[in-house]
């Protein structure tokens, strides 16, 4: 199982990146799959969540500004990322589970999750 992130980058206050999660071995359809991001010094945390059934969860700290979606047929997971604040830079990750089919309904910390892509770095300058 491979899952690697793109998309990344610099952009000012206010603007929008989206990222990608490319998967292989895995299939992002009926799985439960989360986007983590860790600030310097901070711990990683799950902002957004897409559960088998493509419900949806958000920390408070991104809800109304952030997106996730799947996209089955290129096997991939997007984060869009709207309105963004400076307090949004941090680390990236793509975090999936391997208990296909199973119901979650909450964001999870990061023990819960089996397989992690590499991150990608966003900054966000005001």
Avoid at 5 to 22: F, I, K, M, T
């Amino acid at each position: 199982v491979q899952v690697v992130e793109s998309g990344g980058g610099s952009v000012q206050a206010g603007g929008s990146l989206r990222l990608s999660c490319a998967a292989s071995g895995y299939t992002v359809s009926g799985n439960n799959m989360g986007w983590f991001r860790q600030a310097a010094g901070k711990e990683r945390e799950e902002i957004a969540a897409i559960g088998v059934f493509g419900n949806t969860k958000y920390a408070d700290s991104v809800k109304g500004r952030f997106t996730v979606s799947r996209d089955s047929g290129k096997n991939t997971l997007y984060l869009q990322m709207d309105t963004l604040k400076p307090e949004d830079t941090a680390m990236y990750y793509c975090a999936a589970r391997r208990d296909y089919l199973t119901p979650i309904f909450s964001l999870l910390a990061p023990r819960s999750y089996h397989y992690w892509g590499q991150g990608t770095q966003v900054t966000v300058s005001s």
